[in-house]
């Protein structure tokens, strides 16, 4: 399988996963206009893109959603609570309801529906597998549930939310009200929460972990790498920012990197 972040922060996301000829993005959170740059600059072809998965209604996950599959007639999978709240008028034919643990198959793509907590209407995150390896997209966790230590504990990949630094928040210029939604327990995980959870359920299958969804205002790239780097010694970090697309990653090149890692750690 191939990945990749077409967008990531607070002010929107758009993640891909393909296998083979067919491919499917996790939300659509910039314009129409980005996806498809950010798309030709990666060498994405906007017709390999088979379905789009949408995790929750907050407007930096479907910015782009409505002209996007509209285009190029591609099918939404989204949870009914999710649509409401999007307030979007998508043609009929397009919408495909599913439960937030529904198991929905695309082409050689298995993508589990991983309920989760966030302030949201019906909220879900994503695990998409091939049989053989794991990729789990877990941004806007309000807290570490069951649900998402089992994906950490099953992924080969994992792209997962650094939303914000604790003490640039609280010192920060957001209002109480705005402070105390993201850090409840039902908005976003901080650097710290989201290290500790790391580092107790990942496991020696996880090849690259990609943090995701970082705040403009209460983060920054340097600090969430400076965080995690330690930790990382044996596998690929990456940190995904709201300026501009990562590469193309390959799970298959991560393996070979790794076998060759435990090749010359054991000669």
Known sequence: MKYCAIASGSNGNCY????????????????NKHIHLRMYNLGIIPTQIKAVFITHEHTDHIRGLSV???????????????????????????????TPDA???????KIYGIPKYHDAKEPCSFLISDGTHNIGVLTDIGRPCSNVQHVIKHADVLLLESNFDEEMLRNGRYSYFLKNRIS????HLSNAVALELFNKYRTSRLKHLMLTHLSGENNTVELVHETFRVHCEDILLSVATRYKETEIFD????????????ISQCG
Do not use: C
């Open 16 to 31: 891909y996963i393909a296998k083979g000829d067919t491919a499917i993005l996790v939300d659509a959170g910039i314009n």
């Open 68 to 98: 996007f599959v509209k285009k190029y007639n591609i099918p939404v999978y989204i949870t009914q609570g999710s649509y409401d709240g999007t307030r979007l008028h998508l043609p009929g034919h397009l919408v495909h309801i599913i």
């Open 103 to 109: 198991v929905t198959e695309i082409g050689e793509m």
């Open 184 to 187: 409840s327990g039902w908005g």
């Open 251 to 262: 799970v298959l090149d991560l393996q070979i990197q790794q076998d060759r890692h435990v």
